[in-house]
């Protein structure tokens, strides 16, 4: 028997989108599922796994000689793309595609409570506090900077364009520009860009290029009272300095769904830094049903592609650590 291994947290209606994604005809009746939480899983089981769909501890797969596909429930790829992670022959893929709606709606909800200050006004409410808070701005007329316009930028552009911001679209490759943006440029034009947003918000995966990206020299640079969203990876913004920006005032505010350090350790400076909100890498997740649905899709997709000799989806570039370039692709 083949062995598919699957930790997806998947249900009844799952495991038979995913058992009957390859015909008998075309080799299913020699696939054997077995579906087992991350935790549970063990190194021989992923040495003895051909196909797994789901992620696993990284240091398993280095002996996965059978391995032909990891077919990821995250977007973010790396911890695998590192070099001797993956057997030579395995193919690597992310789950691009199904964290669009729901990471962008996180983000739009946190850019509406920071502009309108409806986090103090939360603050003052546990004080008891009938409080003024002041003037406050709008998305409409505002400038939005979104750095990385794959699934998760491209929807958050498409919702802040909807609302009548200025939309700028940074990205590593260049594309034809959609029309939910504004003004598209590549990545090497982003400090001449930083000082003109209202809003700058990324959503960018962790790599050794995005690391510290947004650091406290481009930090500077950004228009003096501006907003800034992360809910793409934390190693993107170092901790001292997005803090040092908050309590100058150089910053309006920000909004991060993923920190240098997780889980946020108890006396991290972050948890009183003012017109910080903070939340726990959860914007995505499994919070959402669609997301669940669309990677079992994919996860599907990509069993019958990798047994029927086709090509995959989202195929992870080990050289780069994102997604292999394709329309519309991660930045």
């Not at 947290?9 to 015909?23: D, T």
């Not at 070099?83 to 595609?97: D, F, I, R, S, Y």
């Not at 669609?290 to 995959?312: F, H, P, T």
Request: charged share 25%.
């Amino acid at each position: 028997m083949r062995e598919v291994l699957v930790t997806i947290p998947v249900e009844p209606q799952h495991k038979i989108c995913l058992e009957n994604a390859v015909p008998a005809s075309e080799g299913g009746r020699e696939l054997h599922f077995t579906y087992l939480a991350k935790e549970n899983v063990t190194q021989e089981m992923v040495e003895n796994a051909e196909v797994i769909l789901g992620n696993v501890n990284p240091e398993y797969l280095r002996r996965a000689g059978r391995l032909k596909l990891l077919q990821l429930d995250s977007a973010g790829a790396a911890s695998y793309t590192v070099p001797g992670v993956m057997p030579p022959k395995a193919q690597l893929a992310n789950a691009t595609g199904a964290y669009g709606l729901a990471v962008s709606e996180h983000m739009l909800a946190s850019v509406l409570m920071l502009v309108k200050k409806l986090h103090l006004y939360q603050q003052n409410m546990q004080h008891h506090q009938w409080k003024d808070e002041g003037q406050v701005s709008s998305i409409r007329d505002s400038v939005t900077l979104v750095i990385g316009l794959g699934d998760i930028g491209g929807q958050f552009a498409k919702k802040m364009h909807a609302l009548g911001s200025h939309v700028i679209g940074v990205r590593r490759n260049q594309a034809k520009r959609p029309d939910y943006v504004d003004e598209m440029y590549q990545m090497e034009e982003l400090d001449s860009l930083l000082g003109r947003a209202d809003i700058v918000a990324c959503s960018l995966p962790g790599t050794p290029q995005t690391e510290h990206l947004i650091n406290k020299e481009r930090i500077a640079k950004m228009k003096d009272g501006a907003f800034l969203i992360n809910a793409g990876r934390g190693s993107l913004i170092p901790t001292k300095d997005l803090c040092e920006a908050l309590y100058s005032g150089k910053l309006g505010g920000a909004a991060i769904d993923v920190a240098e350090q997780e889980p946020l350790p108890e006396d991290s400076m972050l948890w009183d830094a003012p017109n910080l909100l903070v939340t726990p890498h959860i914007s995505g997740n499994y919070h959402m049903r669609q997301i669940k649905e669309m990677i079992v899709e994919i996860a599907a997709d990509n069993l019958k592609a990798v047994m029927s000799g086709g090509r995959i989806k989202n195929e992870v570039d080990f050289q780069t650590g994102y997604r292999k370039f394709q329309e519309p692709e991660d930045i």
